[in-house]
């Protein structure tokens, strides 16, 4: 078994407890996440190192996706959160409690809707993955001048996570 270790990357512990906080929302997120994950691995596209994408790019991925649903499986965490502590990330249990989820697709739905998603749904030549608003944040807007996959850091609003992938 493998692992990465960070030391003192507050960013990354910030990102850690928001997907966790998105993990706790529904279990149909934890099941497709470990599937997500588990194929990134077997198919080498979480190797930054290699030139692909950083492993947890493939929870905000999924986060992003299940956000964009009809009926969204998840919500936009930020919206509940105070705008005034934008340094540390304060998970807003108390307004998440209230929030519950129309869409009763299974795990494995989910899973096929992923991936039509990713690979014919999604515009990445103009859309940038962003789980921190609801709705759509164009390359334009974010004054990004990439072509390719573009996913923002949730902590970070100028990095896009993708910045590593070589053509």
């Not at 198919?43 to 649903?69: K, N, S, W």
């Not at 807003?92 to 899973?111: D, F, I, Y």
Request: charged content about 20%; some cysteine; overall charge positive.
């Amino acid at each position: 078994l493998a692992c990465e270790l960070s030391l003192n990357n507050h960013q990354a512990y910030q990102t850690s407890s928001l997907l966790k906080d998105y993990w706790s929302l529904d279990p149909r997120v934890r099941t497709v996440g470990v599937a997500f994950r588990y194929w990134a691995s077997v198919v080498r596209m979480d190797r930054q190192a290699e030139g692909t994408l950083p492993p947890h790019t493939f929870a905000i991925l999924l986060v992003y996706f299940l956000q964009q649903q009809t009926k969204p499986v998840l919500p936009c965490i930020h919206e509940y959160l105070d705008p005034s502590n934008e340094d540390v990330y304060i998970s807003p249990v108390e307004g998440l409690a209230g929030w519950r989820t129309q869409n009763k697709m299974s795990p494995a739905e989910l899973w096929i809707e992923l991936f039509a998603f990713l690979s014919i749904g999604f515009k990445s030549v103009e859309l940038v993955v962003s789980i921190k608003k609801s709705g759509m944040l164009t390359n334009e807007e974010k004054q990004w001048k990439t072509k390719r996959l573009a996913v923002e850091d949730p902590f970070s609003c100028k990095r896009n996570l993708c910045r590593s992938i070589q053509a």
